[in-house]
T-cell receptor, first 113, second 115 residues
């Protein structure tokens, strides 16, 4: 059973607002990831981290930013939300290694009006 | 470059039918891992199985079974005697040796099991 948490689960917000999506895991995993999932279902990697103070951009360009100050915490921030940011955001973590299983949080559904 | 193709966008079955979800992958890596995840309506992705490229044995877990064939680059997933609770989106994913842990997902297959 994976212990990875995301808050909020649902967020409705107006254009221009700054938002932070929280992701925490209690498994001591070094690697963490953020995925964006379109309404059409495809999952796109937008950010990942291999450990504290390590962050990289993923395959899909995103206006969001991330930080990794603590092993267990990997928040995602949007400085100015826009309707095009409406999506589901999924956080995942895995042990350090080349092929480890990624375990996912419950996701945050974001709606920007 | 890696690619995963799930050609079936949607499948609809009646309860107790068997159903197979197809997954075809492309990679130049000789060492790689394949995964299946389930996404129920609640939204989270639930890990189902992880398989490495050197192990072609089929696997069975309860009503679930997986058929891995390197010759056809396929990793298909079969649900036997489907139930309404199996209704979900199912994703196949690939992690190649040169991708440094990053997953490449297929487009997903929506499975609806009718009572």
């Amino acid at each position: 059973e994976a212990d990875i948490y995301q808050t909020p689960r649902y967020l409705v917000i107006g254009t221009g607002k700054k938002i932070t999506l929280e992701c925490s895991q209690t498994m001591g995993h070094d690697k963490m990831y953020w995925y964006q999932q379109d309404p059409g279902m495809e999952l796109h990697l937008i950010h990942y981290s291999y450990g504290v103070n390590s962050t990289e951009k993923g395959d899909l360009s995103s206006e969001s930013t991330v930080s990794r100050i603590r092993t267990e915490h990997f928040p995602l921030t949007l400085e100015s939300a826009r309707p095009s940011h409406t999506s589901q955001y999924l956080c995942a973590s895995s042990e350090y290694g080349g092929f480890e299983t990624q375990y996912f949080g419950p996701g945050t559904r974001l709606l920007v009006l | 470059a890696q690619k995963v193709t799930q050609a079936q966008t949607e499948i609809s079955v009646v309860e107790k039918e068997d159903v197979t979800l197809d997954c075809v992958y492309e990679t130049r890596d000789t060492t790689y891992y394949l995964f299946w995840y389930k996404q129920p309506p609640s939204g989270e992705l639930v890990f189902l199985i992880r398989r490495n490229s050197f192990d072609e044995q089929n696997e069975i877990s309860g009503r679930y079974s997986w058929n891995f064939q390197k010759s056809t680059s396929s990793f298909n997933f079969t649900i036997t005697a489907s139930q309404v609770v199996d209704s979900a989106v199912y994703f196949c994913a690939l992690n190649g040796g040169t991708s440094y842990g990053k997953l490449t997902f297929g487009q997903g297959t929506i499975l609806t099991v009718h009572p």
